[in-house]
Structure formats: C-alpha cells, structure tokens
C-alpha cells in the first residue's frame, strides 16, 4: 500500500496550462502503474492517464495532445502537464495506484488514492 498526496490544482483562464504532482510514500511504488483521473460536479470519475512502471503510458482520447504524464521513480513522484485547458477539464483530480496493470482506465483497479486536487478553468 503506498501513500499518495497530490499538488498542483488551482485555477486557470482557457488555453493556460497546469502541472499537477502525485507524491508517495510507502513500499512498491516503482513497480506500481500511476493513474490521474477526474470528477466534475454530479459526474463519475473519469480516467485521464496512466503510465506504467516501464513508463508505458495511456490518455483518455480527450486529452490526448494536451496532457503528458511522467513520472520519476528516483522520487517516487509522478506528475501530469496539462496546456491547452479547457473549461471542460474543470474538476477534481486524484492519482491514484494500483499493484495491477490490468484495465488501467478503470477505477476498481486501483486500490490506492489521493485526496484530490481541484483544478479550475474559466473561459
């Protein structure tokens, strides 16, 4: 089970750009596949992206362009850059870990999350 805190949100005109941080702390963390997603008002929590203990990586198609995730296992962080926001891209995003790879986009996989942070883009 690894600890995770997420940093980075605030808010933003349309166009600008974030770069949200997931630190963690506990055993396993290098091997483990890191995900973001996100949950607006009234929503489900959707998948953003997924990057995998190898650096093998996944995107939701809408964000796909405009989002890179990395990650640094020296530091046990992984981060999402995020330019071109959208109004749509308004909401909470948690990361979230899983010991697993199988269906990285779906949040039953993972067992392991942060409190969120919220992220605001205004038009």
């Known amino acids: 089970q690894v600890q995770l805190v997420e940093s980075g949100g605030g808010s933003v005109q349309a166009g600008g750009s974030l770069r949200l941080s997931c630190a963690a702390s506990?055993?396993?963390?290098?091997?483990?596949?890191v995900a973001w997603f996100r949950q607006a008002p009234g929503k489900e929590r959707d998948f953003v992206a997924a990057?995998?203990?190898?650096?093998?990586?996944y995107y939701q198609p809408s964000v796909k362009g405009r989002f890179t995730i990395s990650r640094d296992n020296a530091k046990n962080a992984v981060d999402l850059q995020m330019n071109s926001l959208k109004p749509e891209d308004t909401a909470v995003y948690y990361c979230?870990?899983?010991?697993?790879?199988?269906?990285?986009?779906?949040?039953?996989?993972?067992?392991?999350w942060g409190q969120g942070t919220q992220v605001t883009v205004s038009s």
């Open positions: 506990g055993g396993g963390f290098r091997t483990y596949v």
């Open positions: 979230a870990a899983s010991a697993s790879s199988r269906s990285v986009t779906t949040t039953g996989t993972y067992d392991d």
């Open positions: 990057i995998s203990w190898s650096g093998l990586t």
